[in-house]
């Protein structure tokens, strides 16, 4: 038995148990996964990590709001994590807790599978934390010509926009005052916040700032069709889900815990899911 567990606040509804457990089936492996919220467990989240690892975990998924508070539980971090700034993907090793960000990994394969013959343009970001490091990074892997990020902490699109114009130079990189100047002259439009999952509710982007841009993606998948992606496809948007982003940084974690390649079409079929 492969145990697995999810670190984070907001995840009675996510889907990654199932993922998971429905690969495994189709690897014929048996694998537990459970959701760890540190509060309901009466525990912080160092407390939390700290048992999943005594008690015999192979890894840890790690969701929001806990996926750069990670950085400092892990003994060694893949290329992933040293550019991005941020964990999703924990694997205990005897040497100790390695981190990896599938969040980049898998953003780029969504991306390259849905846009296939496109590429990003200018893109506007909201969103600067976590999962928004990680697909700011995939998209500068993508080839974006400019993102404008904005975040209602100003504190972390400022860091981002250091971080993406250090390793991209040649590429245009503004921290945005305000999500209708992110949005000036963009072709996508990227939600990075938790805005339109359950539980949140709300849109990141206003209705006016979504109007003649080219595609949009939302990195929310519960519910996998949000306000922000009804109001896009309304306006003939080319639209990406959150699903897609879930689905392959799964897949690319998956291989992590266990070594094994999934059957992608397989695996989409049984999760009776398209996104």
Same mark, same amino acid.
């Given at each position: 038995?492969?145990?697995?567990?999810?670190?984070?606040?907001?995840?009675?509804?996510?889907?990654?148990?199932?993922?998971?457990?429905?690969?495994?089936?189709?690897?014929?492996?048996?694998?537990?996964?459970?959701?760890?919220?540190?509060?309901?467990?009466?525990?912080?989240?160092?407390?939390?990590?700290?048992?999943?690892?005594?008690?015999?975990?192979?890894?840890?998924?790690?969701?929001?709001?806990?996926?750069?508070?990670?950085?400092?539980?892990?003994?060694?971090?893949?290329?992933?994590?040293?550019?991005?700034?941020?964990?999703?993907?924990?694997?205990?090793?005897?040497?100790?807790?390695?981190?990896?960000?599938?969040?980049?990994?898998?953003?780029?394969?969504?991306?390259?599978?849905?846009?296939?013959?496109?590429?990003?343009?200018?893109?506007?970001?909201?969103?600067?934390?976590?999962?928004?490091?990680?697909?700011?990074?995939?998209?500068?892997?993508? !080839?974006?010509? +400019?993102?404008?990020? =904005?975040?209602?902490? $100003?504190?972390?699109?400022?860091? &981002?926009?250091? @971080? %993406?114009? /250090?390793?991209?130079?040649?590429?245009?990189?503004?921290?945005?005052?305000?999500?209708?100047?992110?949005?000036?002259?963009?072709?996508?439009?990227?939600?990075?916040?938790?805005?339109?999952?359950?539980?949140?509710?709300?849109?990141?982007?206003?209705?006016?700032?979504?109007?003649?841009?080219?595609?949009?993606?939302?990195?929310?998948?519960?519910?996998?069709?949000?306000?922000?992606?009804?109001?896009?496809?309304?306006?003939?948007?080319?639209?990406?889900?959150?699903?897609?982003?879930?689905?392959?940084? !799964?897949?690319? +974690?998956?291989?992590? =815990?266990?070594?094994? $390649?999934?059957?992608?079409?397989? &695996?989409?079929? @049984? %999760?009776? /899911?398209?996104?």
């Amino acid at each position: 038995m492969i145990c697995i567990g999810l670190i984070g606040d907001n995840i009675a509804a996510s889907k990654a148990p199932t993922l998971h457990q429905t690969a495994a089936r189709l690897c014929g492996l048996k694998l537990s996964y459970e959701r760890l919220v540190p509060k309901d467990l009466g525990m912080n989240f160092d407390e939390v990590f700290t048992h999943a690892r005594s008690a015999g975990y192979r890894g840890l998924n790690i969701t929001l709001p806990y996926k750069e508070v990670v950085l400092r539980r892990l003994n060694t971090a893949d290329g992933s994590v040293r550019l991005t700034g941020a964990c999703n993907t924990v694997l205990f090793e005897p040497s100790g807790p390695v981190g990896l960000n599938t969040d980049y990994t898998g953003f780029c394969a969504a991306f390259r599978t849905g846009f296939p013959k496109s590429d990003p343009g200018i893109v506007a970001l909201v969103g600067c934390g976590g999962v928004g490091r990680a697909i700011a990074f995939a998209l500068i892997e993508l !080839g974006t010509k +400019a993102l404008q990020l =904005f975040d209602a902490d $100003d504190r972390k699109s400022d860091s &981002l926009a250091k @971080a %993406l114009s /250090a390793g991209a130079p040649s590429t245009k990189i503004i921290a945005a005052d305000s999500v209708f100047q992110a949005c000036e002259g963009a072709d996508g439009l990227v939600n990075c916040t938790p805005l339109g999952m359950v539980g949140y509710g709300g849109s990141a982007f206003p209705d006016e700032t979504i109007i003649g841009r080219r595609w949009a993606f939302d990195a929310v998948y519960t519910p996998v069709e949000t306000p922000f992606l009804t109001r896009a496809r309304a306006d003939a948007l080319s639209v990406m889900s959150g699903f897609e982003l879930f689905f392959y940084q !799964g897949v690319d +974690a998956f291989r992590v =815990f266990t070594g094994l $390649d999934v059957d992608t079409s397989a &695996l989409r079929e @049984a %999760l009776g /899911a398209t996104g």
